[in-house]
Structure formats: structure tokens, C-alpha cells
């Protein structure tokens, strides 16, 4: 996967936004001895990850280290209520060659529209079946129209989660900041330096759990935890409401003088059979903070218990960045979508995060019967100047002194097309008090 990233450095021809709106675009041709038109620039618009207008260029004449501005025939529109606009350019080889088939991208770059964008009408809270909160010494447990929720408040932990009789979590949403180190984390010596983040939540405590009905459609759950890792905090508050959708809003204090933060996010069990998963945004390679330039934003797909690519010695892999929604579903189309607020990282593995640490070779990494799912703020860079030493840029990591927030929407899919996910990902939730 590190290849596409690679070659997106490497290309020589490079676009720059002039007036996108307008279609106008500066191409740069970074060749030192040869002309642009050995390429064909093809273009499209993408709305939320579907493309809506496209065309070709042509074969542009711009000359060895030289610029010309471009306008791209874009027709004008209104755009959608929150929907995503993407203009992608890539260059294409006109002819087959010694190298590689006619066809061949060998440049491309992508850039989000500005265009003002409606909001989206909110959904009314009268509108939502009304939910029942039950809060004993031991759990919260939240019932609405053909679904229930469970957290348990001595771990703090949403528990279970149930959709018309089925479970979608086989164990605990649970506070994760830690990742298998990669070899590049071997290098700097990740795992004891940075150790004290790896059981700070199994080796905290739970400070409080509180339930209010917050409206007669709407539960908030707030979740206080003490991290063992010098003082640092962490806060979740999940609102449950009568549509079956769960907002989930985590953020983390991080004291002073610590080492920075490997990973933060949530981390669950699903079921196997929600093994096939869809995201809208970057793919379709893995990428991470320091590694995504090359990989496009756009609608992807992948059977979880078939990476698209497997390490030799196994390590964290498989995540992807920028993503606006997810969903791992079965056979029939039903799962779970997750939807950025308004974007988050997320990956999904056929195994759990101590077997990958605990493996050595591929063959000792062996599929299990429940997915590992991420659903993460963010982690540190893959770094990579060396591997003998260098950490990752500072700017790809999460230091301490700092505080760190992201939110999540999770909600039952009952179809896996695009149509049907999309308009679920639209919704927008009244913000309750």
C-alpha cells in the first residue's frame, strides 16, 4: 500500500486550484525534457462519492517546466444539503508503451469544492418513537422501538446494543489507545516508551456514570473515566434516540509530560458475519495521517477477512483516514453504518489487537468468529524517515498537554446500496440538552 503513496509524490504533473467553482485549474508539467501531451487529462465530479459530471481535456500542450491554466466545463448546479463535492484530475497514458498499457494513470490530484452547501433539515425530535430508561445500581439500560441499548456502569461501557432481536456488538465498546507496533515503532522503541498508553483504560478507573431523559425520545448517557496515565481524562457522552440512531461525542485530556498518544479511539466486536465493508473516504489502500496524500476520497468496498494486504511480520495495518461513513453488513444487507461528525479513521480487522501483537508470522494471525472494529479520532503517523530511531513528525502525533474530541453517529442499516446509506448518513440529529 505504501506504493501509491509513493507514486503520488513522485508524479510529474501537478494541478492547482485557480477558481475551482469555475472550473479553473493550473497544470504544472514537472518533466525536465518532455511535453504533457504523451497524456490524456480526464476529470470528473463526484457527489458524495458518485460521480455526477465528467469528460476529457484532451491532450494538453504545456512544455517541459512550464504552467497554463486550464478550465474544466463544469455545469453549474445547486448542491445538495450536505452533500460531499470532489473534482478529481488524472492523467492518462494516450498510447500503450514499454512500461506500462495506454490508459496508465501516471498523475492525478483530487480537490474538495468549495461550494456552499445547505444544511440539512434536522429530523424533529416529536417525530421519533419515544424511548423507556431504566437506571439501577448496576446498568443503564434504554429501550426503544425494536431496539435496545445496555451500558454497564462499573466498566462504563456500552455493553450491548440490539436491533429487532439481533446483537450488533459481541463485546464492549471500549476506550483504545494503543495500536500492534509497526516496524517503524519498533525503531524508536514504541512500545516501552510510549507503554503507559497501553492499559491506560484497563488500568483506570471509572469516575461516574450518569442517565438522564433528556426528552421523552432522547436518553444521554455520560460516561467519566480516570486513564492510568498521569492524570489524563476521558469524557463520552453517548445520546440515544427514539430513531435507534446513537450519537457518540469521546474526548480526551491528556496531562502533561507524557509521551505522545499511540492511538485514540473506540474499539468493539462485531459480529463475523457483518464481514463486508463500505466507506466513503480515502482507499483504497490503507492510509494514515502521514501517509494519505495518495490515496483518492471516494466510495469503496472490501471483504474484511480478505485484507488487501498482508504484512510479513503482522503489525497495525488496514486503516483508512478522512472516512465520512462506514458500514460492515451481511449477506442480506443488514449491519452497522457509523457516520463521521464529520469525519473520523476507522478499520476493521478479522482478528483481535492482541493477536496482532502476539503473532510473528502470517500464518499465526487466524481469523476469528467476531470482527475487531475501530472507530478512532486518529493515531500517529507510520513514520519512516528511518526505521532505525526516527518517530514520526510531530504534527502526526498526539501530544500531550492537549485535549482531543470527535464524534460519531452509529445507526442499524438495513440495505447495503448506496442510496440507502447515503440517506442515513444525511440525517441530521436535533441536538438535545
Not at 475551482?20 to 504533457?36: E, S
Not at 448546479?77 to 478529481?88: G, T, V
Request: aromatic share 10%; hydrophobic share 40%.
Amino acid at each position: 500500500p505504501h506504493l501509491l503513496e509513493v507514486k503520488k509524490v513522485y508524479q510529474n504533473i501537478k494541478v492547482t486550484g485557480v477558481d475551482l467553482t469555475a472550473g479553473k485549474i493550473n497544470v504544472k508539467n514537472k518533466y525536465f525534457f518532455i511535453n504533457t501531451d504523451f497524456t490524456e487529462a480526464l476529470w470528473e465530479l463526484t457527489e458524495n462519492g458518485v460521480v455526477i459530471q465528467n469528460g476529457s481535456l484532451g491532450s494538453l500542450d504545456i512544455a517541459p517546466q512550464t504552467t497554463k491554466e486550464v478550465t474544466i466545463p463544469l455545469k453549474q448546479f445547486a448542491p445538495k444539503a450536505a452533500a460531499d463535492y470532489q473534482l478529481k484530475i488524472s492523467f492518462v497514458l494516450k498510447e500503450k508503451t514499454l512500461w506500462a498499457d495506454k490508459g496508465h494513470v501516471v498523475a492525478w490530484d483530487q480537490f474538495g469544492m468549495p461550494y456552499e452547501i445547505p444544511s440539512p433539515e434536522e429530523i424533529a425530535l416529536d417525530s421519533m418513537a419515544k424511548v423507556a430508561l431504566e437506571n439501577t445500581d448496576k446498568a443503564i439500560a434504554i429501550k426503544g422501538d425494536n431496539f435496545a441499548v445496555t451500558f454497564n456502569k462499573t466498566t462504563g461501557l456500552l455493553e450491548s446494543w440490539t436491533v429487532e432481536g439481533k446483537s450488533m456488538l459481541a463485546a464492549p465498546l471500549t476506550p483504545n489507545f494503543w495500536r500492534a507496533a509497526t516496524d517503524n515503532d519498533d525503531g524508536y522503541n514504541m512500545t516501552q516508551n510510549n507503554g503507559i498508553w497501553k492499559n491506560a483504560y484497563v488500568k483506570g478507573s471509572v469516575d461516574s456514570v450518569t442517565a438522564k431523559q433528556i426528552a421523552p425520545q432522547a436518553v444521554e448517557v455520560v460516561v467519566a473515566l480516570k486513564l492510568a496515565a498521569a492524570g489524563s481524562t476521558q469524557q463520552i457522552r453517548y445520546v440515544v434516540y427514539g430513531s435507534g440512531d446513537i450519537l457518540v461525542q469521546n474526548q480526551l485530556q491528556v496531562a502533561r509530560n507524557l509521551p505522545f498518544v499511540p492511538r485514540f479511539g473506540l474499539q468493539a466486536q462485531i459480529p463475523g458475519t457483518f464481514k463486508a465493508m463500505r466507506w466513503y473516504g480515502r482507499g483504497p489502500e490503507e492510509n494514515y495521517a502521514d501517509r494519505k496524500s495518495g490515496y483518492a476520497v471516494g466510495i469503496y468496498n472490501k471483504d474484511v477477512y480478505n485484507p488487501q494486504h498482508q504484512y510479513i511480520r503482522p503489525q497495525e495495518n488496514g486503516n483508512h483516514t478522512d472516512v465520512r461513513w462506514a458500514c460492515w453488513t451481511d449477506e442480506t444487507g443488514f449491519g452497522i453504518l457509523a457516520v463521521g461528525q464529520p469525519m473520523m479513521n476507522t478499520s476493521a480487522w478479522g482478528y483481535t489487537q492482541q493477536d496482532l501483537e502476539i503473532a510473528r508470522h502470517p500464518y499465526e494471525l487466524l481469523n476469528r468468529d467476531t470482527i475487531t472494529l475501530n472507530l478512532d479520532y486518529g493515531q500517529t503517523g507510520v513514520g519512516g524517515d528511518n526505521s532505525w530511531g526516527a518517530r514520526p513528525h510531530r504534527q502526526y502525533t498526539l501530544q500531550a498537554n492537549q485535549t482531543y474530541q470527535y464524534s460519531f453517529r452509529l445507526c442499524p442499516v438495513h440495505q447495503g446500496d448506496i442510496s440507502m446509506i447515503q440517506s442515513l448518513a444525511d440525517k441530521a440529529l436535533p441536538a438535545v440538552e
